[in-house]
């Protein structure tokens, strides 16, 4: 089942921060953060275990909500570069691990 | 540069054709895997191998299908083509196909059926 997420788009200033939702209605064993900006390929950001984890990097980290299914992007202080659209990418279980599902992306406008 | 590479980058047929994208995993990476993106379903998962046997299969449809080789190179074959087919196809790989890795894409081809 495809993950929600939300928003669907937003609007920030240079220095502004920024956070993706990623939704759930089944129990997910990872979740992958995947930023495209248009006419090119998705770049990997970073993979989040079940467990409860939070990872980051740079000024991007994420976390992962186990009992509520929902994993979060956090963009802070955001760079011109920033802009383009998040995919949240989403796994059952490690038996089909590789079989992601992905949401429909929220795209990121990061403004002067 | 991702290290993935992809061919052709753009392809123009026509409905009932048959073609075949191709994919060069990373060096050292052991699995690939294949997705299409279109405008009105976004990114959909259809197939992932892991060095020459299939490992996971997603929406990939029967007229579909896809092998990975020896030299780890992968083949994705479209037949009787439509043109709700058209989109770009990305490849990706990772080292050994688990849940708990990097996927880097290749650039895509982009399949126009006309």
């Known amino acids: 089942q495809q993950p929600v997420q939300s928003p669907q788009a937003v609007i920030l200033r240079e220095g502004e921060d920024a956070v993706i939702n990623c939704s759930s209605s089944?129990?997910?064993?990872?979740v992958h953060w995947y930023r495209q900006k248009h006419g090119e390929a998705p770049v990997f950001l970073m993979i989040l275990l079940k467990g409860g984890e939070q990872k980051g990097h740079d000024k991007i980290s994420a976390s992962f909500n186990e009992k509520k299914q929902q994993s979060s992007l956090y963009l802070t202080a955001s760079q011109l570069s920033y802009s383009g659209t998040y995919f949240c990418?989403?796994?059952?279980?490690?038996?089909?691990?590789?079989?992601?599902?992905f949401g429909d992306g929220t795209t990121l406008t990061v403004k002067p | 540069d991702s290290g993935v590479t992809q061919t052709p980058k753009h392809l123009i047929t026509a409905t009932g054709q048959r073609v075949t994208l191709r994919c060069s995993p990373r060096s050292g990476d052991l699995s690939v895997y294949w997705y299409q993106q279109s405008l009105d379903q976004g990114l959909q998962f259809l197939i992932q191998y892991y060095n020459g046997e299939e490992r996971a299969k997603g929406n990939i449809l029967e007229r579909f299908s896809a092998q990975q080789f020896p030299d780890l190179h992968s083949e994705l074959n479209l037949s009787s083509l439509e043109l709700g087919d058209s989109a770009l196809y990305f490849c990706?790989?990772?080292?050994?196909?688990?849940?708990?890795?990097?996927?880097?894409f290749g650039p895509g081809t982009r399949l126009l059926v006309l």
């Open positions: 089944k129990a997910l064993y990872s």
């Open positions: 990418g989403t796994e059952l279980n490690n038996t089909n691990a590789g079989k992601s599902t």
């Open positions: 990706a790989s990772s080292v050994q196909g688990s849940g708990q890795e990097t996927q880097y």
